[in-house]
């Protein structure tokens, strides 16, 4: 049971490049979300996604794009990547329990040159 | 929309108690959470408040006042390795998304 897992740990990425974060749980959540954390600003939500085939803006969406393939994956894609997109990443689910009980993923640390 | 305020920083000493405080604005509200986070490592699930009162969980205790937006994380007998920083969270009512403050870091001196 590995609870909610993110691919890859660490990317360095060019000005101008694409890549897509991979996320997977199986926990049976239902929703899913993708958090980017930089220093002193906290997480901030990206996108989430409430059930399978739905998705929504977060607090911070521009610049980046959100698939919901299955119940499982919820990936997160930059399809240009800036500099101002350099953060650490997490992924997390939330089960149907009612309270705000987030399993986050270890973390992606993306650097963009 | 939301927002959340906590102390950026607090410093402690070993078996002392400390409080960090939370203070939000949201439009309709579906609780409050905490969560811890370690240097490195990601966010882990501490306790939650959807009425009014103080929730304990061992050495932790959450309180949440809603008429004044308020709450706070209690931790009791701290230990060097409560030193991690520590979010707020709401939800509001009818929505998916949960919003975090911008952490709270806690500072554990022998």
């Known amino acids: ?113 | 929309g939301q927002s959340l305020e906590q102390p950026s920083e607090v410093t402690a000493v070993e078996g002392a108690i400390v409080q960090i405080n939370c203070t939000y604005q949201t439009s309709g509200f579906y609780g409050l959470s905490w969560y811890q986070q370690h240097d490195g490592g990601a966010p882990t699930f501490l306790s939650y408040n959807a009425l009014d009162g103080l929730e304990e969980t061992g050495r932790f205790s959450s309180f949440l006042s809603r008429s004044d937006s308020y709450g706070y994380l209690l931790l009791q007998e701290l230990q060097m390795k409560d030193s991690a920083s520590y979010f707020c969270a709401v939800r509001s009512t009818g929505f998916q998304k949960l919003v975090f403050g911008t952490g709270t870091r806690l500072l554990v001196s022998p």
């Open chain 1, 1 to 113: 049971n590995a609870g909610v897992t993110q691919t890859p740990k660490f990317q360095v990425l060019k000005t101008g490049q694409s890549m897509t974060l991979q996320c997977a749980q199986d926990m049976n959540h239902n929703s899913m979300y993708w958090y980017r954390q930089d220093p002193g600003m906290g997480l901030r939500l990206i996108y989430y996604s409430a059930s399978e085939g739905t998705t929504d803006k977060g607090e911070v969406p521009n610049g980046y794009n959100v698939s919901r393939l299955n119940k499982r994956e919820f990936s997160l894609r930059l399809e240009s990547a800036a500099p101002s997109q350099t953060s650490v990443y997490f992924c997390a689910g939330q089960g149907s329990s009612g309270a705000n009980v987030l399993t986050f993923g270890a973390g992606s640390r993306l650097t963009v040159l």
